[in-house]
């Protein structure tokens, strides 16, 4: 497998990873633990929370607050920058304009046929 | 929702409405003013604004429950991402499925921070989990399949082969009763065969 290259936006396996292998030092293994006792911390709180046997109602999860709050709310950090207002014409109005040019071309085309008498309809059910 | 809940519900509608029915700016302003029920988490809790100097990134690495060397804000580029930690793109596919976590379904702890695109990320969408074989393996491997069949059936259009076939042969006479004619006239005599 020397010759692996992953999938595009895909990840590499764990045991493929030389990072796993080379980064043994004390700092990362430091942060490691760090990242641990962060994690056992909050696993305390969900605990203590979850086998209380006074509890009533449902346990909220400050994370999941954050996260809807941050995605519902990204007007009050938006900026109009070049990109963003780049962006904002191209999906908001530049197919306004698109769709309404070839929808209008499009139908008139077909009236003027129906108005000739050229116009083929070519999965007609009723007569 | 409990009584506690609703009666927190109420406290923070009414301030809501009494804030728009005296509140010092008129009208749809009075919407936005500064008055807030307790009911949800406090202003420190949500996420903020870009943090600009390291006093204010130590704080929001606290607030996303990350160390203060691992929290990283998405870049600020006006795209109204605020002070949201940049996590790795890796989808829920890719967490160990042998471990206790908080929530199975999700291969998640609480209180751990969420990635932006964590919806996109859930176990019956995007996986980002590395692929069995490598990519260009599998393009070479369909690609050139679907690229063979392809030709061989346009070939097959262009040089058509069958089994080599004659008129249709019809018994008495060429069935010269049942077609009608006249049956006191003599069929004409028609020799299919040569022995």
């Avoid at chain 1, 509890?55 to 990204?74: C, F, G, H, Q, S």
């Avoid at chain 2, 967490?95 to 932006?116: A, K």
């Amino acid at each position: 497998m020397a010759d692996y290259r992953e999938a595009p936006l895909a990840t590499r396996p764990k045991t493929l990873d030389p990072a796993e292998y080379f980064n043994l030092s004390l700092n990362q293994r430091r942060a490691e633990e760090e990242r641990a006792g962060l994690r056992a911390q909050l696993k305390r709180q969900y605990q203590m929370q979850l086998n209380n046997p006074h509890r009533k109602e449902l346990i909220e999860d400050p994370a999941l607050t954050r996260w809807v709050y941050a995605r519902t709310n990204p007007y009050n950090h938006f900026r109009a920058t070049k990109k963003t207002s780049l962006l904002g014409g191209l999906f908001g109005v530049v197919p306004l304009f698109v769709l309404y040019y070839v929808l209008k071309t499009d139908r008139d085309k077909k009236e003027e046929q129906i108005k000739a008498g050229t116009y083929d309809r070519k999965f007609k059910l009723a007569y | 929702m409990s009584p506690q809940q609703l009666n927190m519900a109420a406290v923070g509608f009414r301030n809501w409405a009494r804030a728009l029915s005296k509140g010092k700016q008129p009208g749809f302003s009075a919407l936005f003013s500064q008055v807030r029920a307790a009911s949800g988490p406090s202003k420190g809790m949500l996420p903020g604004p870009y943090p600009q100097t390291p006093e204010e990134r130590a704080a929001a690495a606290k607030k996303y429950n990350m160390r203060v060397e691992d929290y990283e804000p998405i870049p600020d580029n006006g795209e109204g991402y605020g002070d949201y930690p940049q996590l790795p793109d890796r989808s829920q596919h890719e967490r160990d499925p042998w471990y206790s976590w908080d929530h199975p379904d999700l291969r998640r702890n609480w209180g751990e921070p969420i990635h932006w695109d964590f919806d996109m990320f859930i176990r019956n969408r995007v996986d980002t989990s590395p692929s069995p074989v490598a990519w260009h393996t599998m393009c070479k491997h369909l690609f050139g399949f679907v690229g063979f069949m392809l030709l061989m059936f346009y070939l097959g259009e262009k040089f058509p082969s069958y089994q080599p076939v004659a008129p249709k042969q019809y018994p008495y006479s060429n069935l010269h009763l049942e077609r009608g004619e006249d049956p006191e006239k003599q069929p004409e005599e028609v020799k299919h065969f040569n022995i």
